[in-house]
């Protein structure tokens, strides 16, 4: 026996048909004898919708209202989940944020949890063998009492925090892919499913633009140690061997990775502005002047370059912004000309970021030199570089980024 929690996400109770089907999977490890809990996105597209009539009601809402509107979604697939797993003879009790309760901070639409009494959930699976269904996505604060939400894709922060509080042996994570990709297939038919990824790896592929799991979630599954492993929810409920291994990808401790490959995967994205601020002079402070104003508008950098300055006077420094802070950026450092002292701006937004992965990098040189020259042959500019203990980053043309991921993708042997 184990204690499972299952986290479906919005395609998987897009409608009752799919609920449905949730509850057959549900079904078939509580037959197995495990204790489950299940976590629940809202009805795909629900989100959105609730979003966008808080927009128009106004468009300067109150967040706390904000999130009593937009965490009502998953009010109803956990209801409604409660009820189907009920009409299929399992015995099951909703459960949302507030009720269990999912402690959180007041940082309304993206609170973080603080606490999570798991005492009750265990409890009733011991006394009345009782699945509970928790509605994803959603908290209350802990002083106000007012409901407050994750943060978009927040569900699966719900669930690996659930995980942690009830101590269970595994946080399965049902999506519309079946694991963890070397790359993104779409780019790279070749690419594979990982059946492994030590937690920091996941860190950094979804930070970088892998869209399967809330980076969040990944940090609780590290800090808590509770093993994630993402699966696919199309896989018919009655196709499943409850004893045997089903396809997907385990994200766990880096201990328990056998064959550590140098290179794990390739995360890439298009969502980067590239700023260079032209001319600066090149002396103490100047960094803070640029940074400190962009830090005070909430614009996250993230590459930064600076040349060494050629007459020991100005300088430049080169650095990159989500795109969409891109206006707002030049904006600020406009703004703030007169501290910073520099002659100009040049922006660039059709650049794209191509990150290469691996813990193995800590222990092999020359990994990012390899991928310099496999580039240089592709004729693919790199604009700027950043490197960390498990991972480096280039800067480059959006134009090139597919040939840049197809080129590392099997100079690192990750093709099948
Ligand atoms: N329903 C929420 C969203 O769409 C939370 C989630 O699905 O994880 O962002
Ligand atoms: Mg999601």
Known sequence: MARLVMKFGGTSVADIDRIRNVAHHVKREVDAGHEVAVVVSAMSGKTNELVAWCRTASPLHDAREYDAVVASGEQVTSGLLAITLEGIGVNARSWQGWQIPIL????HGSARIADIDGGELIKRFKERKEVAVVSGFQGVHKETGRITTLGRGGSDTSA???AAAIKADRCDIYTDVDGVYTTDPRVVPRA???????????????????????????????????????RSSFAKPEDIDPYGTPPGTLICNEEDIVEQQVVTGIAFSKDEAQISVRHVPDKPGVAAAIFGPLAHASITVDMIVQNVSADGATTDLTFTVPAGDYRRATDVLEKAKGTIGFKRIDGETEVAKVSVIGIGMRSHAGVAADAFKALAGRGVNIRAITTSEIKFSVLIDAAYTELAVRTLHSLYGLDQ
């Open 104 to 107: 959180t901070d007041n940082v």
């Open 160 to 162: 690996v925090a659930i």
């Open 192 to 230: 594979r499913r990982l059946d492994r990824v030590a937690f920091e790896e996941m860190l950094e592929l979804a930070s970088l633009g892998a869209k399967v799991l809330q980076v969040r979630s990944v940090e609780l599954g590290m800090v808590h140690k509770v093993p994630i492993f993402v």
